[in-house]
């Protein structure tokens, strides 16, 4: 039963450059998670998709936009990069269970550097 | 608003030695899970426990054990006769429902050494 992947699992940019991560979720899971892990800090949630919709955004800029696709995998879209964009971007899925909550399993992350 | 607090940024211990890793949160939804995750320098953060907010007992894995309270709004994590391998970053995490989605709200993360 595979996990939740990633790819790639390292990526060099500089700014003002686009950026495209990807991620599968576990099988059978539904929805895609997306959060940003800077050096030293906790994961903070970016925005997560469920049948194709962005369902809810934390506090990010319109440069960070993402797509889920039919086979539930999902690609983060980061435009105009920012050195602060530097950090670890990681992929989470779980199973919608509508107002019943679901345990959220992350991927190995995608190391983003911006010089 | 929902946020999580780890006071403790680091914390180092020799082998064999019990650590407990402290949590405190804040929430005003009665219903709402909370979490610990682990992230070794891999950077993957590794699934260790759920807890519902309506379920108050403790747990007990391994040498892993969990004691919430609701009415200080703790979720403390013991690591008995620790080892090396537990070395890693550890994050407590709250999750409700927002606008039909679930979102986590980490800690700031409690780094943990063991030294041998």
């Known amino acids: 039963d595979a996990g939740v992947t990633q790819s790639p699992t390292h990526l060099i940019k500089t700014r003002g450059q686009q950026v495209t991560l990807r991620c599968s979720p576990k099988?059978?899971?539904?929805?895609v998670s997306w959060y940003q892990q800077a050096l030293g800090q906790g994961p903070q949630f970016i925005f997560q998709?469920?049948?194709?919709?962005?369902?809810q955004r934390g506090n990010f800029p319109d440069r960070f936009s993402g797509h889920q696709f039919p086979n539930y995998s999902s690609e983060l879209n980061v435009n105009a990069l920012l050195l602060g964009d530097s950090a670890l971007y990681l992929c989470a899925s779980s199973l919608n269970q509508g107002a019943l909550l679901d345990t959220q399993y992350f991927g190995p992350g995608t190391r983003l550097t911006v010089l | 608003a929902q946020k999580v607090t780890q006071a403790q940024t680091e914390i180092s211990v020799v082998e064999k030695e019990d650590v407990t890793l402290d949590c405190v949160y804040e929430t005003r939804d009665t219903t709402y899970y909370l979490f610990w995750y682990k992230q070794p320098p891999s950077g993957e953060l590794v699934f260790l426990i759920r807890?519902?907010?309506?379920?108050?007992q403790n747990e007990i894995s391994g040498r892993y054990s969990w004691n919430f309270q609701k009415s200080t709004s703790s979720f403390n994590f013991t690591i008995t006769a620790s080892q090396v391998v537990d070395s890693a970053v550890y994050f407590c995490a709250l999750s409700g429902i927002i606008q039909g989605a679930q979102k986590l709200v980490f800690g700031q993360g409690t780094r943990l050494t063991i030294n041998p």
């Open positions: 099988s059978g899971h539904d929805t």
């Open positions: 998709y469920y049948e194709e919709e962005e369902r």
């Open positions: 807890r519902n907010s309506f379920d108050e």
